[in-house]
């Protein structure tokens, strides 16, 4: 059951993460046929503003000591690193009396401060991972997902992903009707397809090489054409060997690999910016087939290209 949250509140909060917990599960919303929630905003010190990310302060009514017992543990974003003992020993305590813990995007370096990544899987925004795993690297980073449910920890991506973590916890705890109409009432998705993979920026690396940085770019002006290693090679006057070698050292990656994932991002220009049917979106962007670039586009973006492009197609 859900009848008790806490949302434990620190020094450079976030506000829409916070805000996202008060909506979910501090609104009273009897008036819609929903029981209400005992919510509790709780700082290190009741009483004691804590800074928020623009400026501006919240005064938590309640200290630490109200988030003992409760079922649900909440922590919103916060761009702290370092927090107070006594607050990780809450957060401790909690896991351990059988809370869940739930964190919202970079709330999770709270959650990694106590101990409760070590092991487990967990997520958080896709530019907070590289340092999440760091921090903490016995945790089993996830980083393609909205939310992970590890039982008694549950753990978001960034900013509205929260929303999804919030509405799994609701629809775990109370179920799917509450979820659902919490999720109507928000004017949100009961749940998303896809992960935050479909978000992620990723800018093409440059290179230093003098005969792998004109490949890159020779590849990019030719996505649409067949390209073989053979042929990189020849026109970097290197052996595929060589070439394989030195294009790992400077992308990381294969140039197969590295060439599919040029092409994915230009489907997604595509579809996100012409009307094109997917068979000529596949052409433009170098697939043989529908089949292929569904096939590779999914792998890559977590999304069919149909489902994407009726999230991101601009207007007009």
């Known amino acids: 059951m859900l009848n008790s949250v806490a949302a434990l509140v620190i020094d450079e909060l976030f506000e829409f993460e916070f805000g996202m917990l008060c909506e979910v599960f501090g609104r009273d919303r009897r008036s819609e046929g929903l029981d209400p929630i005992d919510f509790r905003v709780c700082g290190v010190t009741a009483g004691r503003p804590v800074t928020t990310k623009v400026g501006q302060q919240l005064t938590p009514r309640h200290g630490l000591g109200a988030a003992e017992g409760v079922d649900l543990l909440a922590i919103p974003a916060t761009g702290l690193r370092e927090f107070p003992e006594e607050l990780l020993d809450v957060v401790r305590t909690a896991e351990s009396a059988g809370a869940t813990v739930l964190t919202i995007c970079s709330g999770v370096f709270v959650a990694g401060a106590a101990g409760l990544l070590d092991g487990r899987r967990c997520t958080a925004h896709w530019q907070n991972i590289d340092e999440l795993r760091r921090r903490h690297p016995t945790a089993l980073v996830d980083p393609d997902v909205l939310f992970v449910d590890e039982g008694s920890l549950v753990t978001s991506a960034g900013t509205a992903a929260g929303i999804d973590a919030c509405l799994h916890v609701v629809r775990r705890e109370l179920g799917g009707d509450r979820a659902n109409t919490l999720a109507r009432l928000m004017v949100a ?53 060589s070439f394989t070698r030195r294009f790992a050292t400077e992308t990381g990656t294969t140039p197969h690999r590295w060439l599919t994932q040029q092409r994915i991002l230009h489907a997604q220009r595509l579809l996100e910016r012409t009307r094109l049917g997917s068979a000529e979106v596949a052409v433009r962007s170098g697939f043989a087939s529908e089949a292929m670039l569904r096939h590779h586009f999914r792998q890559f973006v977590g999304l069919s290209p149909s489902d994407y492009r009726r999230s991101f197609q601009q207007a007009g």
């Open 189 to 241: 998705a009961p749940q998303r397809e896809g992960g935050q993979r479909q978000f992620i920026h990723r800018p093409v690396p440059q290179s230093g090489d003098t005969a792998i940085g004109p490949s890159l770019q020779w590849m990019l002006d030719h996505l649409a054409d067949p390209i073989s290693v053979g042929d990189l090679a020849a026109r970097a006057h290197l052996s595929e060997r």
